[in-house]
Nanobody, 115 residues
């Protein structure tokens, strides 16, 4: 069973940046499209960004121009660079396959944006 471990979250002021990481226990990210998802309190989990096997990317409207998804196949790790953060980006962030998140969700990493 593949395990996903997210890290890199924290507290940041509006306008700040964070870089999230998601490490997989197996070689899955180089073979499958992957996505970063987030869940804010009281809301459903939503897709933020996706990365195809060949490198194509897609972003939610709320993330366009601010977030960048990338992958290091040698480390079985996916990243989410988040710039110009806003309070509405506050959520727990998760990674999983896209469009079908078939693996068990990790614990996620909390991102809090506030002044």
């Amino acid at each position: 069973q593949v395990q996903l471990v997210e890290s890199g979250g924290g507290w940041v002021q509006p306008g700040g940046s964070l870089r999230l990481s998601c490490a997989a226990s197996g070689r899955v990210f180089s073979l499958n499209p992957v996505g970063w998802y987030r869940q804010a309190p009281g809301k459903e989990r939503e897709l933020v960004a996706s990365l195809g096997v060949a490198g194509s990317t897609s972003y939610a409207d709320s993330a366009k121009g601010r977030f960048t998804i990338s992958r290091d196949n040698t480390k079985n790790t996916v990243y989410l660079q988040m710039n110009s953060l806003k309070p509405e980006d506050t959520a727990v962030y998760y990674c999983n396959l896209f469009p079908n998140p078939i693996y068990s969700w990790g614990q996620g990493t909390q991102v809090t944006v506030s002044s």
